[in-house]
């Protein structure tokens, strides 16, 4: 059974900076897709960054471009977000999701199968 675990939100003032961490347990070794998402009140989960375990590749959504940054460990198990010049916009709960392949595009709910918990993380002005 896989599961993730999300670690490291908190409250900020903006301008400032956190770093996630996504730990994934249950998969037996491979490639995976590791994500975050977010979702403040009233609105619908957004896919933030992505990271394919095997080749590095990145993604972002366009509001978070050039202030956060994925990763993964060496062994592909963790995935972290780096959020630096945070803005009160970036005010959200923070989701990891997980799945080996994904029949949709990054950015959907739909390719993952796996979620986790989920951290606050709150920006103040």
């Known amino acids: 059974q896989v599961q993730l675990a999300e670690s490291g939100g908190g409250s900020v003032q903006a301008g400032e900076s956190l770093r996630l961490s996504c730990a994934a347990s249950g998969y037996t070794s491979g490639a995976k897709w590791l994500a975050w998402f977010r979702q403040s009140p009233g609105k619908e989960r957004e896919g933030v960054a992505s990271i394919y375990t095997e080749s590095g590749a990145t993604f972002y959504d366009e509001s978070v471009k050039g202030r956060f940054t994925i990763s993964q460990d060496n062994a592909g198990n963790a995935a972290y977000l780096q959020m630096n010049d945070l803005k009160p916009e970036d005010t959200a709960t923070y989701v990891c999701?997980?799945?080996?392949?994904?029949?949709?595009?990054?950015?959907?709910?739909?390719?993952?199968?796996?979620w986790g918990r989920g951290t606050q993380v709150t920006v103040s002005s």
């Open positions: 999701a997980s799945d080996r392949v994904r029949g949709f595009p990054w950015y959907s709910n739909r390719g993952y199968t796996y």
